[in-house]
């Protein structure tokens, strides 16, 4: 390894930048494969029926019809790659009937040479269902017996877990806070719409689909296990991606499934493409929240107790529940030094749209309620919140009851310590408690505190691997199935093999994220590309370099030791004096010798050694117009402790982006489901934060150096928006006193609790 | 190892079979990319100038013009990847001037939105040429002094060398055989016209090539060298081609350089597709000999002395000319115990379309006059034909007095046991000196042997590599660049991983031929992929299998001597009880068992050992009409020397193929050039056999078993047509007494022939 880092903690320009601002990058909807036609959905007007009867026999007639497939004739994926993982296993991975059971949900899909023909065809279908009765509240849900949404019942999965005895804890505790937090249905939202694949059968018998999944690899098993073909078979190519955020984390609902059964029995490649409004009223969203949270502090604020119970609102389907609801439980038991915590969670289907994977995946939620808890319990026992959490974290060497697994990289105290100095708190807040009531607009500060896992080492297979191969003139192919959603990760892991590699940066070329190209991958989610592909990376590295620096021991007749390899030329240790160029040495090996003609290839495959916390701490600043009930955040300071920054300036684009996803999911996003129809389902009614709406960001990277990690490096991607919620919702109550539990914190729920604080 | 093996040397069915027969696979002139334009040569009237000027301002103001690109501003490959070799070397790759040196040699290309608006274009721009006196004739080019080609003169290339002495052994000769021999300039006649390619800008600022290449790897480089980026950045991709035998053996002229040059001017993707008739004009074939030859033997027919003067006709640049001619001189000089071998040979420029690779690669030109000469030798000393060879080739043990590596498998006996007994030579021999001169029909048999090496390994840069994934069902993936002309090598290659591995056939996938999925390989040309490609894919799998027997070992704990992997089970050596299924062991680790997540890759790059020789004897039967000089090749045997047939369907494929190529040498296949213009640029004139044409083909798999191979393969490709002119030549002498020793025999030459034997 080098010692004077070059190119890691660098802000080198990502990889796609020029392609992607000069729009020759292509993504999912731009893309066009020779003879394609068209797939289209035909979704349920229902929220609760069984599809007595299909008669496509009108549409069959339509020149350029090419074919239709039920939705009961093929396998929905109902659960996540953990399923994957034995065969017992893999029978929970799909669901297959002839149900729906939300409005939206897919009752078949056409295929035809043109999507004016194939909207055609839909019209002409006939759709007999026997319509059931439907429930949309989860707590109605539990009890209700003449609603079966599933066969085993309304309850998808309950769970109540306890660490030291809550009882006991709460006996002990001189002050305790209790009180509900719900959270809203939040959308991903992404700037490219969720829901465009193309399925080909082709080459040598198999399947080639352009997919917008974070996780090609499991879609590739997925889809070979639904189509009844060898993984071999199964090519998984990911294009550009404008922003996925949990919500392409395994298969769309309806999309790529029915697409490869609709392309095989259409005998062309079929494209399918989402609408905005199919994306926004029959895709997976936030699993919706209801914390009944209780906790328990001594007087001088040491944390003795919590009782969390969890109602999830799981929607039609149960896609990730489990891993959400125990991502909630990682993190929120994790967090603090809480000797005694009781946690019950219980996931209930609704007739609803359903639920998946989202940034944060069940911490933002629970996060919510157990950092608005403790800051009505800071307030109530008088100590500055920041105060609070430093108080009560859990730091380096510190156990996680949930795991078991000692903290190694510890910067919490950065962040809260770095953040507050960032925000000047001490002052704002100060400032907010002296304010004039003059005019309608209150300034006021708040602030929440999170740990987010890297990577899913302990609760979901978690693969990384890389292959690194040698070119004759030095330049550097890297084989990574990492998808890049729009983050850059593909750009890090190109540092991180240039820096072990000791080359220039423009000489690696990373691959396409290509599972004919690229070994195993667990995919890009759980903050875990710049830890867990970043450690493939640089193990494949190392031992390329390993074995770059055994030839030219041999090619220049020195002792190894006396070699490095840097700025792309072997050099002697000592002078530093080049002595022959990476490429010449290359070529010679590769080309020059025809008795050797070798090319370094190295690989790597594994896991992590472990799922090191990112700790964080958002800061926010509002203003609140008590006429209007109106939140305007002012600036929001988000610290987090990346271990590493690899590359300063895109840790600073995740922070920007999530610190204003966050101020979304706060003030304005969630779905509004009335009788199981969605309301808002796209931008003219479901509201993101515009460029206008955001805050000014101020970025604070916290650098722990994660000994587990390359170069240090730890996730950041879903951390840096988990606390924004708590830390508004804290600040509107610092400048109003207005203290809202449910999100979103709509003016109209401000203005009542301000006439409630009145009264 | 395997013992008995179960997918080598079986019949499997090719594994792109399917797709080609039923139209779905695509072929370069099939594939469309987004965005592309058309691009378009102009091409030099004189078959010797120099551009003085071009104005293409009218063509610029054509609506949909996209850009044009001068010949003279783009490098052209004059060599071949030997000049990859080393800094210096590389100096030689290219020339780029502002000469035309052919009729049809490229002076520009223009893009244009389609094809009319190009030709349009073509139309519309003015080129102003010096002209300049040309030569034609090889033997005038030599001692011309008024047209100088190149700078450095006509002469290319010329080299003496002198094995033994041939003075002191024509001396002891006590009968000498003597003459001229020439051989005409045959033309690839794929089925796929050879020109066609898309080249576009983009992903990452690299350069993408859809090529009909053999050699994507070093096409790869050449671009990477012509466009000034690095390796890395040059994506090479093959679609399915159909037929190659040397014509893509590089870059074809005027193709893929200057398409990439015009894409980068253009701004989007090029597509070039050259016309039949620019196929035949002015791309490369194969290099027409002239070849004095004299034999020197004792009574007993033992060969004591021969010597070649060889002077090729290059055409106006110089691609492989010289390892073409290197190649004559290894396979002419190696196959016959001759102790003393004089061989000079001279590569001259003139001013027609250039030669280039060719099946054979020197070694049917050489082998026609060699042949033929060892057949009038044998007719003078009274010996039979097969005798003859049998008491002269250089077998097992033997060395090579060229490359002085000694023969480690040797079937040249078996090749013309069996295959004259296939032939029923000694009946059908007698019974062409005994027929009547009744009617105007004769027949007559003849023989030719040959050997020719497997791969490059002594003349060029020749690696091989493979990476094998094995994925969470066991079916595998192979990564390899072999570029599949029609053989079916990548079949080949896909039976030795099933057979190393122990699981079916179909639980393998090979990957694209696309330098971005596969690792370094030397393409596919010298009959190279089975024993060079398969080195490498037998070294990967080994290697992987010995990965799968270690986690074997620790998954059911037991030892790992006492498992075996056959049939896709991991198994009892003893009992062959199935322990635990491939894909099962493969789940567990990969995907199962969280702390693993380890998925199995193996990788090998390197050379072969060897270049071994295959061994080969071609019999002919001929009718031929004395009144009309018609010669109908009634039946062929092709005996060859595969070492083992790891598919001996494909192994026939190749043989029927080749042998009938070889009637197409020896009767009709030749450019006719006049004042440097091609008459025959297109099948209407250029006469390759049809099927009616095609003579009955008996093919002989002789097994020699080569140490150095997998499972004892060597190669097989150019093998199968390389002495089939000469066989058939020597059975026209057997059938009417006239010798023809210029290629083509045609009914011309042979009623010449017959008229001077009358007088």
């Known amino acids: 390894m080098t010692e004077q880092l070059t190119v890691v903690g660098t802000r080198v320009t990502r990889i796609d930048a020029m392609e992607k601002v000069t729009g020759l990058g292509l993504y999912a909807p731009d893309l066009e494969v020779q003879g394609m036609v068209h797939g289209l959905t035909l979704r349920s007007p229902h929220p609760h029926a069984r599809v007595v009867s299909v008669d496509g026999s009108r549409a069959e007639k339509l020149p350029g019809f090419r074919g239709l497939v039920k939705a009961s004739e093929v396998p929905r994926v109902c659960g996540t790659w953990f399923n994957l993982r034995s065969r017992k296993e893999l029978t929970k991975l799909f669901q297959q009937d002839d149900k729906v059971r939300f409005i939206?949900?897919?009752?078949?899909?056409?295929?035809?040479?043109?999507?004016?023909?194939?909207?055609?065809?839909?019209?002409?279908?006939?759709?007999?269902?026997?319509?059931?009765?439907?429930?949309?509240?989860?707590?109605?849900?539990?009890?209700?017996?003449?609603?079966?949404?599933h066969d085993r019942g309304n309850v998808g999965f309950h769970i109540v877990k306890e660490y030291g005895d809550s009882d006991a804890g709460f006996a002990e505790a001189e002050v305790i806070q209790e009180h509900r937090y719900v959270t809203s249905k939040q959308k991903h939202a992404s700037l490219e719409p969720c829901g465009t694949c193309i399925a080909e059968w082709g080459r040598e018998g198999s399947l080639t689909l352009w997919s917008t999944t974070q996780v090609p690899h499991w879609t590739q098993m997925y889809l070979s296990l639904a189509m009844g073909i060898p993984i071999a078979k199964v090519r998984v190519i990911r294009p550009h991606v404008g922003g996925a955020f949990g919500a392409r984390a395994g298969v769309i609902w309806g999309l790529e499934l029915m697409c490869a059964a609709l392309a095989k029995e259409a005998g062309h490649p079929v494209k399918m493409e989402f609408t905005r409004e199919e994306d926004f009223s029959a895709t997976e969203s936030r699993h919706p929240f209801t914390v009944d949270y209780r906790v328990g502090a001594k007087r001088d604020g040491t944390l003795v107790a919590a009782d969390a119970r969890i109602v999830i609102d799981v929607g039609g389907y149960g896609t990730h529940y489990v891993s959400v609801l125990a991502d909630a439980l990682g993190t929120g038991v994790g967090i603090y030094r809480i000797p005694n915590y009781r946690f019950e969670g219980t996931c209930v289907y609704t007739n609803k749209s359903l639920g998946g994977a989202f940034r944060g995946y069940g911490n933002p939620q629970m996060n919510f309620a157990q950092e608005s808890a403790l800051d009505e319990l800071a307030e109530k026992l008088g100590i500055d919140p920041v105060e609070m959490r430093l108080k009560n974290y859990r730091g380096a060497g510190e156990l996680d009851p949930v795991f078991e697994v000692p903290v190694k990289s510890d910067g919490m105290r950065g962040c809260l310590q770095d953040g507050a100095s960032a925000m000047d708190w001490q002052v704002r807040r100060a400032a907010s408690r002296e304010q004039k009531a003059e005019g309608t607009l209150r300034r006021g500060v708040g602030m929440a505190a999170h740990q987010h896992g890297t990577g899913a080492r302990f609760g979901l297979p978690d693969p990384s691997s890389a292959v690194i191969r040698i070119n004759?003139?030095?330049?550097?192919?890297?084989?990574?199935?990492?998808?890049?959603?729009?983050?850059?990760?593909?750009?890090?892991?190109?540092?991180?093999?240039?820096?072990?590699?000791?080359?220039?940066?423009?000489?690696?070329?990373?691959?396409?994220?290509?599972?004919a190209i690229a070994p195993l991958d667990g995919g890009t989610h759980g903050s875990r590309q710049t830890y867990c592909g970043g450690t493939a990376v640089l193990k494949a590295a190392t031992e390329a370099r390993e074995s770059i620096m055994k030839l030219a021991a041999e090619y220049l007749e020195r002792s190894q030791e006396g070699l490095t390899l840097t700025g792309g030329n072997i050099a002697d240790v000592d002078t530093g004096e080049s002595l022959v160029g990476l490429g010449d040495l290359m070529r010679h090996y590769q080309v020059g010798d025809f008795s050797r003609c070798h090319e370094v290839i190295a690989h790597a495959s594994g896991v992590t050694e472990d799922q090191p916390p990112v700790f964080g701490a958002t800061f926010a600043e509002v203003e609140v117009d008590v006429?209007?009930?109106?939140?305007?955040?002012?600036?929001?300071v988000g610290a987090f402790d990346v271990g590493k920054a690899i590359n300063p300036a895109q840790c600073e684009g995740q922070i920007s982006g999530g610190l204003t996803m966050g101020v979304g999911y706060a003030l304005t996003e969630g779905l509004v489901i009335e009788d199981g129809k969605v309301l808002n389902p796209g931008y003219r009614d479901y509201k993101i934060p515009r460029a206008i709406d955001a805050p000014e960001v101020v970025s604070v990277l916290v650098e722990s150096i994660e000994p587990t990690g390359p170069f240090g490096a730890k996730g950041l991607g879903e951390a840096t928006m988990i606390s924004s919620a708590a830390a508004i919702a804290n600040a509107v109550h610092d400048a109003v006193g207005a203290r809202i539990r449910e999100l979103t914190i709509t003016p109209e729920k401000i203005l009542r609790a301000l006439k409630e604080t009145a009264q």
Chains 1, 2 share one sequence.
């Open 627 to 636: 006429e209007t009930g109106q939140v305007r955040v002012i600036k929001m």
């Open 472 to 515: 004759a003139d030095g330049s550097v192919h890297l084989l990574t199935a990492c998808a890049d959603d729009g983050q850059g990760n593909r750009t890090v892991l190109a540092q991180i093999a240039a820096e072990v590699l000791g080359v220039p940066f423009e000489w690696i070329s990373v691959s396409d994220t290509d599972t």
């Open 104 to 149: 939206g949900d897919p009752v078949l899909v056409v295929a035809a040479d043109d999507e004016e023909t194939a909207r055609e065809a839909i019209s002409l279908i006939d759709v007999e269902y026997q319509v059931l009765p439907a429930v949309f509240d989860p707590f109605e849900a539990v009890v209700s017996t003449d609603v079966k949404i």
